[in-house]
Structure formats: C-alpha cells, structure tokens
C-alpha cells in the first residue's frame, strides 16, 4: 500500500516519513521532494468572481488529490502488474461531512480505476477562496464538456430542453478550442470555463501530463 500525504503547506513536516508522497493543497512550497497542486488556484477563483461553498471546496480537494495520487503511483510496482493499493490522507475544511460518504467514495474510485482506495480524511484544510464581488452567471446548470461524442450528446440534450448550461472541461493541450466550439454551436448563450490546473510531483514520481488550458 503506498500513502499520499495532501495538506496545506503549513502541515507538511520538515522530516518526511519514508516511502510518503506528500502534496501541498493551493500553494507551491518549493521543495523538490514535496509536490504540489492548484498553486493559483485561490487567487484564479477570486479574480472571476466566484465563492465556492465550503462543501463545493472540500469536495475539490478531494478530487485533485484522488487526480495527484493516480499520477504519481505507477502499476508497475504492484503485486499483479496493475491493481495498486492507495492510501490518500486529504486535509478538508470539514471533514466529519465526508466521513458518511467515505466508503461510497472508495468504492466509486474502484470502479473508475481498479484499484483499491483507503480514504482518509482530516482536518486542517485550506479554506475556501471568497470573492470580493461576486459574478452572476447566466445559467441553470453544470454539463461536463471533453470534446468527446458523449459529453457532447448530453450538451445537445440539455440546451434541446430549454436549459442554459455552463460547460466545465478538464483539457489537455489542443482541445480547448474544439471544446469552446462545440460551447458556442450547441447554444450561443452557453458559457465555458477551462479549468487549468498543474500537477507537480514531488523528485522521483512519474512523470504526470500537464493539464489546462494553456
């Protein structure tokens, strides 16, 4: 079983535990054996107006810490050649309101990567960005935006039903103007955010693709 360490910056030890990978959540720490990730996230998500609930927040940490660990363990290593053993420990905002989801969760990443997860969640966690003047968006719901038929076929059918989304994409290199195309011909209104967010792994992980719009 391999643990991933994701805290604020201030909860990192100077002495690292043997055989841990440890992140720093929304700031750059600038230790070549600690990775971290979202490191402009705060100050992104307060420049476009927008203030993240404290549930909304604590449940992207969670993500982008599932997103770092998946990255940074290689199969190679495990006992068939594929099936790894993780071991996450994410600092939140509040985390006794994941507690009842945990197992739910962990069987949700089983499924999505076959391997197995051990969620563990503590707190401590950086809190959430608050705009100082917050942006009102047109729209009455989320849809996810790949540049993939299926993401597709869902935008087609919301915006065939009245509806106003905004589109969220997660894009590497080269899609976000297809992305931002198929945004404005399944409805003019439509609005799309591309979220970039960096990955950086800590001396001696894999090498992880980098993600955003860039």
């Known amino acids: 079983m391999r643990k991933i360490i994701c805290s604020p910056e201030r909860l990192i030890p ?8 440890y992140f720093t ?3 750059n720490p600038r230790r070549g054996n600690v990775g971290y990730f979202g490191s402009t ?3 992104d998500i307060q420049r476009v107006g927008l203030r993240p609930s404290e549930t909304v927040w604590d449940f992207n940490t969670i993500a982008l810490s599932v997103a770092a660990a998946d990255n940074t363990l290689t199969r190679k290593n495990s006992e068939d050649g594929w099936t790894r053993q993780i071991d996450p420990t994410v600092h939140l905002c509040n985390p006794a309101a994941w507690e009842p989801v945990k197992k ?3 069987k949700i990443l089983r499924f999505l990567t076959g391997d197995f997860w051990y969620l ?3 707190d401590g966690g950086v809190m959430p960005p608050f705009a100082k003047k917050k942006k009102q968006l047109d729209c ?3 849809s996810l935006l790949s540049g993939g038929i299926d993401s597709l076929v869902g935008a087609i059918d919301l915006t065939a ?3 106003k989304p905004i589109f969220v994409s997660q894009v590497v290199r080269g899609d976000a103007k297809a992305q931002r195309n198929f945004a404005k ?4 209104k439509a609005s799309i955010s591309n979220g970039a967010t960096r990955f950086t792994l800590p001396k001696g992980s894999r090498k992880v693709r980098q993600e955003g719009d860039q």
Do not use: A, I, M, W
């Open 25 to 27: 959540t929304y700031s």
């Open 104 to 106: 739910d969760l962990e």
């Open 120 to 122: 563990t969640f503590n």
């Open 140 to 142: 009455d719901c989320v």
């Open 14 to 21: 100077q002495q690292l535990e043997e055989g841990t990978k």
């Open 185 to 188: 011909k399944s409805d003019r």
């Open 161 to 163: 039903d009245n509806h």
């Open 41 to 43: 996230l705060v100050k």
